[in-house]
Nanobody
Framework: EVQLVESGGGLVQSGGSLRLSCAAS????????IGWFRQAPGKEREGVAC????????YIKAAVKGRFTISSDSAKNTVYLLMNNLKPEDTGVYYC?????????????????????WGQGTQVTVSS
């Protein structure tokens, strides 16, 4: 059974940093892509970053490029999302998800595919 468990969320002041972790189990790590998504209150869920675990290719949403970095540790079956210079608009529930591929870049921005396996989410709150 594929399982994803997020951790690392919390309350941080504007300008601060957080590192989220997504621990994966139940599948061959290198066969998949892991994406990070977020959902703010009253808004649709959006994909912010993704990494393909076979070649460690990365995709970053234009809105967070330069502030967010996605990485992986295959020895720990874990994907990380490092978020720097956080802003109040980054507040939301952050989810990681697994699928066979990340999606595409189009017009300079990242558009995720439909991911089918999700974690439970971790809350990130950025105060002004």
């Amino acid at each position: 059974e594929v399982q994803l468990v997020e951790s690392g969320g919390g309350l941080v002041q504007s300008g601060g940093s957080l590192r989220l972790s997504c621990a994966a189990s139940g599948f061959t790590f290198s066969d998949y892509a892991i994406g990070w998504f977020r959902q703010a209150p009253g808004k649709e869920r959006e994909g912010v970053a993704c990494i393909t675990l076979d070649d460690v290719g990365t995709y970053i949403k234009a809105a967070v490029k330069g502030r967010f970095t996605i990485s992986s540790d295959s020895a720990k079956n874990t994907v990380y999302l490092l978020m720097n210079n956080l802003k109040p608009e980054d507040t939301g529930v952050y989810y990681c998800a697994a699928d066979r591929r990340c999606g595409v870049y189009y017009a300079g921005d990242y558009f995720p595919t439909d991911f089918h396996t999700w974690g439970q989410g971790t809350q990130v709150t950025v105060s002004s």
